[in-house]
C-alpha cells in the first residue's frame, strides 16, 4: 500500500484529495495547522494520520520523520484569498515548501524516486515547451505578478520543479498540475487533460472542479502509465462541456 503525504490538507482541494487517495485504499499523512479541520475524517479512517503543524515551522529533521515510507508527495498548498493571506507572509509558501520538502528528499537519499504532485494553476505557463498565451493573458498576468505575490509564488514554485529537479533527478520525479476556473461538485464527472492551455485562462477560462483535480492527482499517485505519461510535465485539466 502506497503512503502519500498531502500538504494543505485542510483546504477545499486538499481535502478532497485526502478523500479521493484513501478511496484508492492509500495510507496519507495530512498535516494540517488544526486537528478540528479533518476530525471527521480522522475518526473513521484508520489510514488517515493527521499531524497539527504549520509547514513553515516544521524541522528538516521532523519533517524527514514524516516522509518516512512515503511514496509521493501531493501539494495543495495556496494563499487564503483575504488581504493577508495575499499579501501578508509567508509571501513564498508554496514556493519556500517544495524546495524545502525537496531538499529534505534529497538528504534522505530514498532507495527509490518519490513522486511530488503540485497544485498549479494556467496562469502559469510551462517555459519547457515554450507556450505562448494570448497577448491579452500575458499583459495581466505581468500586472498580477507586480500586484499579487500569491502568483510569482505559483510560478516560482513550478519553476523549481523545472528548472532544479529537472527531469533525471536522482531521488525526485515530479509533475505540476495546472486547473484553469476552480468550481465546487460533489462528484467526478468527465474531465479532458491537456499538455497546454487550449483557451485563454484570463479571459476565456474553463471550469476546472475540485473534485475533478483532486481525483487526477490522486490516479497521478496511483497509476504508473498514467504517471510515466505526465511525468515532468505541467497538465491542464478542463471538466468536459
Known amino acids: ?3 502519500v503525504l498531502v500538504l494543505g490538507a485542510s483546504g477545499a482541494t486538499g481535502r478532497l484529495v485526502v478523500q479521493q487517495l484513501l478511496q484508492k485504499e492509500m495510507k496519507v499523512v495530512a498535516i494540517v495547522r488544526s486537528l478540528n479541520s479533518l476530525a471527521q475524517e480522522a475518526a473513521a479512517q484508520p489510514d488517515l494520520q493527521i499531524i497539527e503543524a504549520n509547514i513553515s515551522e516544521v524541522s528538516e529533521s521532523d519533517l524527514t520523520s514524516i516522509l518516512q515510507g512515503c511514496d509521493a508527495v501531493v501539494s495543495c ?6 488581504f493577508k493571506g495575499m499579501f ?5 509558501l508554496v514556493t519556500d515548501t517544495v524546495i524545502k520538502i525537496s531538499r529534505t528528499i534529497e ?7 518519490i513522486k511530488f504532485v503540485l497544485m498549479n ?3 502559469n505557463c510551462n517555459r519547457d515547451i515554450p507556450e505562448k498565451p494570448p497577448l491579452s493573458q500575458r499583459f495581466v ?3 498580477l505578478r507586480l500586484l499579487l505575490p500569491p502568483h510569482v509564488d505559483n510560478e516560482k514554485a513550478a519553476d523549481f520543479l523545472r528548472l532544479h529537479i529537472g ?3 536522482k531521488y525526485i520525479k515530479w509533475t505540476a498540475v495546472r486547473p484553469d476556473s476552480l468550481t465546487d461538485e460533489i462528484n467526478v464527472t468527465n474531465y479532458d487533460i491537456y499538455s497546454s492551455p487550449i483557451r485563454n485562462a484570463i479571459f476565456d477560462s474553463a471550469p476546472s472542479s475540485r473534485i475533478n483535480v ?3 492527482m490522486s490516479a497521478l499517485v496511483a497509476n504508473e502509465d498514467l504517471w510515466d505519461k505526465w511525468k515532468g510535465q505541467m497538465p491542464v485539466i478542463y471538466n468536459q462541456v
Request: glycine share 10%; charged share 20%; no cysteine.
Open 167 to 169: 527531469q533525471n533527478h
Open 141 to 143: 498576468i505581468s500586472l
Open 107 to 113: 538528504s534522505m537519499k530514498p532507495t527509490r524516486k
Open 121 to 123: 494553476t494556467t496562469g
Open 88 to 92: 501578508g507572509s509567508p509571501r513564498r
Open 214 to 216: 483532486a481525483n487526477f
Open 1 to 3: 500500500m502506497d503512503k
Open 77 to 82: 498548498l495556496g494563499h487564503n484569498l483575504t
